[in-house]
Structures are given as structure tokens and as C-alpha cells.
């Protein structure tokens, strides 16, 4: 049973410091997301790739937060610095888009960072 | 930018009872609506989806319609259960070509015994 895995599952770290979440999509997806879940903000898209190539990425804070897909196995989203304000759930998934058409997300167990 | 929003925010059945959440939108370049489901501290998962060119769709107790008219699709939760208790949210594909989901700020379902 194929799934998205991420790594750290928490994370505690001090203003500051630098933040780097990674996840592995399910073999064969050629979309992957990365989502920011807070109690006030709900589930909010920060960036999204498709075939590796960035397409979206104007729901992150560009000054501080980062994402790439250096493989097809492999993406990242860093924040340097970190703050306070950061303190949330994020979440990877992947899927597969054909051409138009759209399919299930599976998301990833997520990583819970706080920031202090 | 896309519009979503959920009603009610937070919903409270016996069990047995049926359950109805609605979701609008407001891109009419939408076409297609999933309901994901989240427990908690668990992750969003899949629980049913319909694409614009089917009214209705059901999968044992849940169902989903749509009236792509009035720009609204719902969830429909019958004989419920405890384990149905979780958070849901609607997430209807943005436009633009980017096959993005928007999600709604979802709705607490608790379901008591």
C-alpha cells in the first residue's frame, strides 16, 4: 500500500534556526503539494509541482520559506529564518493529473513544527 | 481568487441520524469536487469525489450531489456512526490550468452515541 512519507514527524526548534520538511511521493505521481494546516488558517496551499517544475507557489511567504524537487523521489520546503508564527502542521501529498483531469491527493502523516 | 465556503462549521448527530454538509464555490470553471475527510491528528484522506458531468454519486452511506448551477455540492452522511466523527472539507478544483484544490475551511461532524 503505496504512501507519501515525511520526515521529521515533529519538530521543535527556536526562532531563527533554519527548517527543512521532506517528503517522498508515491512512486509515479507527477504532482506533489505541500499544504500549512492551523487552527485559524485551515488548510492553505503554499506551493505545487508538477512533473518536478514549479507551478504555484504565491501562497508562501517568499521571504523566508523555500521548496524544491531536486528528484522524483524527493521534495523539500524549507523556512530560514524560522518564526513563532510558523508553528503549524505542514502536510506533503502527491498525485497524479492527466492532462486536465484531476484525481485524489493522498496526503503524508505531516510534520508538526513548533517554533519558540 | 476562488471562493469556498463550508456550512455549518461544526455539526452534532445522534448516532443513526443523517448528516448534511454544503460546500459553494465560486469559480464556475470548477469541475471537480472532493470531500476529504480528517480524523484527529491523522491526515486529510479521500472519502468521495464527482466530477461535473454526474449529478449524484454514492458509495454505501455517503453521497455527494451537485448543482453546478447554483455552484454548490454537498455531502450526505446517513445511518451515522461514532467513527464518523472527524473533520470534513470540501476542496473543489481551482481554474487556471494549475489542477489545484481549494479547500473550504471545514466542518467538526461529532457524532454521539
Known amino acids: 500500500d503505496a504512501r507519501v512519507t515525511q520526515t521529521p514527524r515533529h519538530k521543535v526548534t527556536e526562532m531563527g534556526q533554519e527548517v527543512t520538511m521532506r517528503c517522498q511521493p508515491i512512486l509515479g505521481h507527477n504532482t506533489v503539494f505541500w499544504y500549512r494546516q492551523t487552527m485559524m488558517q485551515g488548510l492553505e496551499l503554499l506551493a505545487y509541482f508538477r512533473n518536478r517544475a514549479p507551478l504555484d507557489d504565491s501562497g508562501m511567504p517568499k521571504d523566508r520559506f523555500s521548496a524544491e524537487m531536486p528528484d522524483a523521489t524527493l521534495a523539500t520546503l524549507k523556512i530560514q529564518p524560522s518564526e513563532p508564527r510558523d508553528s503549524a502542521v505542514y502536510f506533503c501529498?502527491?498525485?497524479?493529473?492527466?492532462?486536465?483531469?484531476?484525481?485524489?491527493?493522498?496526503f503524508g502523516p505531516g510534520t508538526r513544527l513548533t517554533v519558540t | 481568487g476562488e471562493n469556498v465556503e463550508q456550512h455549518p462549521s461544526t455539526l452534532s448527530v445522534q448516532e443513526g441520524d443523517s448528516a448534511v454538509i454544503k460546500c459553494t464555490y465560486s469559480?464556475?470553471?470548477?469541475?471537480?469536487f472532493p470531500w476529504y475527510k480528517q480524523e484527529l491528528g491523522k491526515r486529510p484522506q479521500l472519502i468521495i469525489d464527482i466530477r461535473s458531468n454526474v449529478g449524484e454519486k454514492k458509495d454505501q452511506r455517503i453521497a455527494v450531489t451537485l448543482n453546478k448551477t447554483a455552484k454548490h455540492f454537498s455531502l450526505h452522511i446517513t445511518e451515522t456512526q461514532p467513527e464518523d466523527s472527524a473533520v470534513y472539507f470540501c476542496?473543489?478544483?481551482?481554474?487556471?490550468?494549475?489542477?489545484?484544490?481549494?479547500f473550504g475551511a471545514g466542518t467538526r461532524l461529532a457524532v454521539h452515541p
Open positions: 501529498a502527491s498525485g497524479l493529473v492527466l492532462g486536465e483531469v484531476s484525481h485524489e491527493q493522498y
Open positions: 469559480d464556475s470553471a470548477s469541475n471537480y
Open positions: 476542496a473543489p478544483k481551482g481554474s487556471g490550468g494549475y489542477n489545484k484544490l481549494i
